[in-house]
């Protein structure tokens, strides 16, 4: 008996097609000829996508690299020993504040900062600076009538921070959570600052854009990376009155992490902390946030200290009050709101 051959019929039509005298009709449906190639692969083809393949060859690699470091010690009898660059660095328990006229005569809110850091941190010595006090501290080849207060200000806790460490904090920063709970972890390095990470650079939006801020940083005495930005800062303030940007000191952070690989290096072991949780109740002034939102956020823990302005009109110090009810002994407004901390 001769065997009868397929016939094939197009699933759109149905017609059969003959190959051979007494053809048999099978019909290939899309889903039939899916379920044959699905069939086939499986067959053909290991279990296996090509993320797991290129990932197996990741694991391959690092493998590899470590035997070759294996081999590398036994030959040489040479040990890899990073402690000194690696222990936890110590900040000195001194906190830093300038304020240009004094702090009897700086603004009510300005106070009630100045007091919360003394408040919440019995066991460091606050320093207050002013324009008579700190010339004589600092040695900073300009004077502050010189230049203005901000730009004097920006070299001044770069200057002290290089020469004896401790923590810089601006003046209009409310501490909420004592240093010895938090910094010592973020600080190990021996620098710290707070950065605009991409998901809060949102806050700073369309001003200059930047990494680093200033309001607050911690240094051992002669690190690395405070000391390389101070010397780049004084060589940039030599024979200069006035700065091309408000915010010159930290686009020279940006600009020194481009240009000089050892700061990058330094400045990559920074801890990623984003800035805008020091700034909830600024976001509330300005934006009007649900006000049982932002007070269970500011008492979670997770905010350490809260950036202010000094100068705030009754209404906006009234709503910063809301959500921070430590101001309100504060809560009469400056008398002057023409320029900012």
């Given at each position: 008996?001769?065997?009868?051959?397929?016939?094939?019929?197009?699933?759109?039509?149905?017609?059969?097609?003959?190959?051979?005298?007494?053809?048999?009709?099978?019909?290939?449906?899309?889903?039939?000829?899916?379920?044959?190639?699905?069939?086939?692969?499986?067959?053909?083809?290991?279990?296996?996508?090509?993320?797991?393949?290129?990932?197996?060859?990741?694991?391959?690699?690092?493998?590899?690299?470590?035997?070759?470091?294996?081999?590398?010690?036994?030959?040489?009898?040479?040990?890899?020993?990073?402690?000194?660059?690696?222990?936890?660095?110590?900040?000195?328990?001194?906190?830093?504040?300038?304020?240009?006229?004094?702090?009897?005569?700086?603004?009510?809110?300005?106070?009630?900062?100045?007091?919360?850091?003394?408040?919440?941190?019995?066991?460091?010595?606050?320093?207050?600076?002013?324009?008579?006090?700190?010339?004589?501290?600092?040695?900073?080849?300009?004077?502050?009538?010189?230049?203005?207060?901000?730009?004097?200000?920006?070299?001044?806790?770069?200057?002290?921070?290089?020469?004896?460490?401790?923590?810089?904090?601006?003046?209009?920063?409310?501490?909420?959570?004592?240093?010895?709970?938090?910094?010592?972890?973020?600080?190990?390095?021996?620098?710290?600052?707070?950065?605009?990470?991409?998901?809060?650079?949102?806050f700073i939006w369309p001003?200059?854009?930047?990494?680093?801020?200033?309001?607050?940083?911690?240094?051992?005495?002669?690190?690395?990376?405070?000391?390389?930005w101070e010397a780049r800062?004084?060589?940039?303030?030599?024979?200069?009155?006035?700065?091309?940007?408000?915010?010159?000191?930290?686009?020279?952070?940006?600009f020194m992490t481009l240009?000089?690989?050892?700061?990058?290096?330094?400045?990559?072991?920074?801890?990623?902390?984003?800035?805008?949780?020091?700034?909830?109740?600024?976001?509330?002034?300005?934006?009007?946030?649900?006000?049982?939102?932002?007070?269970?956020?500011?008492?979670?823990?997770?905010?350490?200290?809260?950036?202010?302005?000094?100068?705030?009109?009754?209404?906006?110090?009234?709503?910063?009050?809301?959500?921070?009810?430590?101001?309100?002994?504060?809560?009469?407004?400056?008398?002057?709101?023409?320029?900012?901390?």
């Amino acid at each position: 008996m001769t065997p009868r051959r397929p016939e094939f019929a197009s699933p759109a039509t149905g017609r059969a097609c003959a190959r051979g005298n007494e053809p048999v009709t099978i019909l290939l449906t899309r889903d039939s000829l899916s379920r044959f190639i699905t069939c086939f692969w499986s067959v053909i083809v290991p279990s296996f996508s090509l993320w797991t393949s290129a990932f197996a060859g990741f694991v391959r690699t690092r493998q590899a690299l470590s035997y070759v470091q294996r081999a590398r010690r036994k030959l040489t009898g040479r040990r890899l020993d990073g402690f000194e660059g690696s222990v936890p660095r110590a900040i000195p328990h001194t906190i830093w504040i300038y304020w240009d006229t004094g702090e009897a005569s700086a603004p009510p809110l300005v106070q009630a900062c100045i007091a919360s850091w003394r408040e919440k941190n019995p066991g460091w010595t606050v320093t207050v600076l002013d324009r008579d006090s700190a010339p004589g501290l600092s040695e900073l080849p300009m004077a502050p009538g010189d230049i203005a207060v901000q730009s004097y200000a920006d070299l001044l806790r770069l200057r002290l921070l290089t020469r004896f460490g401790g923590v810089w904090v601006d003046a209009t920063t409310f501490c909420l959570r004592p240093l010895d709970h938090w910094l010592p972890m973020l600080a190990q390095s021996g620098f710290f600052a707070f950065t605009w990470t991409a998901a809060d650079r949102w806050f700073i939006w369309p001003n200059v854009p930047r990494k680093i801020t200033n309001w607050f940083l911690a240094s051992e005495p002669g690190g690395a990376v405070i000391t390389a930005w101070e010397a780049r800062s004084l060589a940039y303030w030599k024979g200069r009155r006035v700065p091309h940007v408000y915010y010159w000191p930290h686009l020279m952070w940006d600009f020194m992490t481009l240009t000089n690989w050892k700061f990058r290096r330094g400045a990559a072991a920074l801890p990623q902390i984003g800035c805008f949780g020091p700034h909830l109740v600024h976001d509330h002034v300005q934006n009007g946030r649900d006000p049982d939102r932002v007070r269970a956020a500011l008492t979670g823990g997770a905010v350490p200290f809260q950036k202010l302005r000094w100068n705030w009109p009754a209404p906006d110090l009234a709503r910063a009050t809301e959500v921070l009810p430590e101001l309100a002994e504060y809560a009469a407004p400056s008398p002057s709101a023409s320029l900012s901390s």
